[in-house]
């Protein structure tokens, strides 16, 4: 009897132990994010241009996420991302660095494979929308282009996020997340109403890359 009451009780607390770890993804969760990104900007018509040539250089990203895991396996989100990226030109033997920050907000469907393994195979991707907080010119050759071209740019622009890693559980509320995050532009970054924008121009987009690291805390 005692040995069946014993053997009883060591099933209910492992049920109870896994059932609690199935659930451990689902419902409410808050966290950060940041990665070194590659960013390249480019336009169908600079790239036919034979006296134009650019380089991506290295910029970053960071800043807060929240969702909800409506399954164990789904759920919707957002980000509010800070974007600094640059981009080197040789315009005509003119050079310079150009210098965009964004806040970008995507709204990101997710998914997560099994959520009582210690490691889950994890998957983001939505559209996106920019909103540019400046646009600077630095390091020319000549001294006269640099500083502010913002108005070069739309202020609003429309785009898409993807991001896959690992989430790795530490402890029943907070995960570790790794992996790789995508995004470009999809409209037109550059405003037609710009003094000197050429008719017939080509759209100008962008595309970011990188290595992201973050931190979530579940709250159910």
């Given at each position: 009897?005692?040995?069946?009451?014993?053997?009883?009780?060591?099933?209910s607390?492992t049920?109870l132990?896994?059932?609690?770890r199935?659930?451990?993804?689902?419902?409410?969760?808050?966290?950060v994010?940041?990665?070194?990104l590659l960013?390249?900007?480019?336009?169908?018509?600079?790239?036919?241009n034979?006296?134009?040539?650019?380089?991506?250089?290295?910029?970053?990203?960071?800043?807060?996420?929240a969702?909800?895991?409506?399954?164990?396996?789904?759920?919707i989100?957002?980000?509010?991302?800070?974007?600094?990226e640059?981009q080197?030109?040789?315009?005509?033997?003119?050079?310079?660095?150009?210098?965009?920050?964004?806040?970008k907000v995507?709204?990101l469907?997710t998914?997560n494979?099994?959520p009582?393994s210690?490691?889950?195979?994890?998957?983001?991707?939505?559209?996106?929308?920019?909103?540019?907080m400046?646009s600077?010119?630095?390091?020319?050759?000549?001294?006269?282009?640099?500083?502010?071209?913002?108005?070069l740019y739309?202020?609003?622009?429309l785009g898409?996020?993807?991001?896959t890693?690992?989430?790795?559980?530490?402890?029943?509320?907070i995960y570790?997340?790794?992996?790789?995050?995508?995004?470009?532009?999809?409209?037109?970054?550059?405003?037609?109403?710009?003094t000197?924008?050429?008719?017939?121009?080509?759209?100008?987009?962008a595309?970011?890359?990188?290595?992201?690291v973050?931190?979530k805390?579940?709250l159910?």
């Amino acid at each position: 009897m005692t040995k069946t009451i014993l053997l009883a009780t060591i099933i209910s607390v492992t049920l109870l132990t896994i059932t609690k770890r199935s659930n451990a993804q689902k419902g409410f969760y808050a966290g950060v994010q940041g990665a070194p990104l590659l960013s390249i900007k480019f336009n169908g018509s600079d790239v036919d241009n034979a006296g134009m040539d650019y380089k991506a250089k290295t910029s970053y990203a960071y800043g807060i996420s929240a969702g909800y895991n409506f399954t164990k396996h789904l759920g919707i989100g957002t980000e509010v991302m800070y974007y600094q990226e640059k981009q080197r030109y040789l315009d005509h033997s003119v050079d310079y660095t150009e210098k965009l920050k964004y806040i970008k907000v995507p709204v990101l469907f997710t998914y997560n494979t099994n959520p009582a393994s210690r490691i889950m195979f994890i998957a983001k991707a939505g559209p996106q929308v920019g909103i540019l907080m400046s646009s600077t010119i630095s390091k020319a050759s000549n001294p006269a282009m640099n500083g502010n071209n913002r108005d070069l740019y739309k202020k609003l622009s429309l785009g898409a996020m993807l991001g896959t890693g690992a989430r790795i559980r530490l402890t029943d509320h907070i995960y570790a997340d790794a992996g790789l995050r995508f995004d470009g532009s999809i409209t037109n970054l550059e405003s037609k109403n710009y003094t000197g924008y050429q008719s017939g121009r080509g759209k100008t987009h962008a595309i970011n890359a990188g290595a992201e690291v973050g931190i979530k805390y579940f709250l159910n």
